[in-house]
């Protein structure tokens, strides 16, 4: 049986709520051992909904695989109790506000002085320096300090909340994680640890490239809703169908968008390049908006031209392919038995550790 390949190494966690948590997730998956310390009263995200009985779901998908203890660190005594655990660890990942752990003696250079081979890792919401790292901030902060969300926010008129918590864990969880396996390999060749600073407002600059292109080219700020990737372009947005559900045209390449047009039935002079977008998005809105949304599932999406009816969450968790795939398969145990999905970590099946 392949051994899984983090097998062997320890990693304490300081972190709660979501970027750190599910990025330690993803290091117990691939066999990491992980110690999560948490304040007396519990990580905040225990109390989070939906809850079956006292118990948080949310918190379990996050956790599943962890040894959790519960800790004072403003105890200067239970601060030294942790130093065997300090000297062991050789990752140690942090989400506190930049100077807290210092405070508590727990900083990086207090660390290293104990374990100089240890990798250390800060998530924070505007990282270790500039004139808002101590600024407080959530995901939706964060996307909005950096202009991701004015790409795509419905405007002042029809406000819209994206679905994705994508700085937490596009931001803060995945950099962290890349950045610490590169430590892992640098430490093989030096012997020495790493200091590594995640700005989770830092990442979703990497998602404005297309955005921070436009804006180069043309020198304006690109518009909300109305560049190619955020619903411009009539051949990548989403349209309503007849019973309120949505049709996701992605046909970007000449070959799918020719496929989707023949379809549907759209005259050729709306097909040529000249072709206004606003009037081909209104003949396409027009022409699936007469219809349901089992007509357009039939119709287009055996025709392979990145076509598809927008699934609910139960209608995912019941394709055949994603089940094929265990993309929802993954189970942690609440005390009482009851079973609650795992979050899904991004880790290969080949490298995963049974846990």
Not at 18 to 32: D, K, Q, V
Not at 185 to 208: C, K, L, N, V, W
Request: aromatic residues 6%; contains cysteine.
């Amino acid at each position: 049986m392949r051994v899984p390949p983090l097998s062997g190494l320890k990693v304490v966690d300081f972190t709660t709520l979501l970027p750190g948590p599910f990025a330690t997730l993803m290091l117990a998956e691939a066999g990491a051992e992980v110690l999560k310390i948490e304040p007396p009263r519990g990580d905040d995200m225990r109390r989070m909904p939906p809850m079956v009985g006292s118990e948080s779901a949310a918190f379990a998908a996050l956790n599943a695989g962890k040894t959790s203890i519960r800790l004072d660190l403003k105890d200067a005594a239970t601060v030294a109790g942790l130093r065997p655990h300090l000297e062991a660890a050789d990752i140690l990942i942090e989400q506190f506000r930049p100077g807290v752990m210092d405070r508590l003696g727990l900083g990086y250079e207090a660390v290293r002085a104990i374990n100089p081979r240890i990798i250390y890792c800060s998530i924070t919401g505007y990282g270790q320096s500039g004139p808002r790292a101590h600024e407080a901030g959530h995901d939706l902060n964060y996307i909005s300090r950096t202009g991701m969300l004015s790409l795509s926010s419905g405007g002042a008129e029809h406000p819209t909340m994206p679905p994705l918590l994508a700085a937490d864990i596009a931001g803060g969880s995945f950099p962290a994680i890349i950045n610490i396996l590169l430590a892992v390999i640098e430490r093989h060749r030096s012997g020495q640890g790493s200091y590594i600073d995640i700005a989770m407002a830092d990442t979703p600059a990497s998602f404005a490239w297309h955005a921070a292109a436009t804006l180069a080219v043309s020198g304006r700020s690109p518009l909300d809703g109305a560049e190619l990737f955020t619903g411009g372009s009539p051949r990548y947005r989403t349209y309503p169908t007849s019973d309120r559900r949505l049709v996701a045209v992605g046909a970007l390449e000449d070959k799918f968008w020719t496929v989707f047009c023949d379809a549907i039935g759209m005259p050729e002079m709306m097909r040529v390049p000249s072709a206004s977008p606003r009037t081909v998005i209104d003949f396409i809105s027009q022409t699936i908006a007469a219809k349901p949304a089992r007509h357009w599932k039939a119709l287009l999406e055996p025709l392979d031209c990145c076509v598809c009816v927008v699934a609910t969450l139960e209608e995912a968790t019941s394709d055949p392919h994603f089940i094929l795939r265990g993309l929802f398969a993954r189970k942690a145990t609440l005390s009482d038995g009851t079973e609650v999905p795992r979050a899904h970590v991004p880790v290969a099946d080949v490298f995963r550790a049974e846990k």
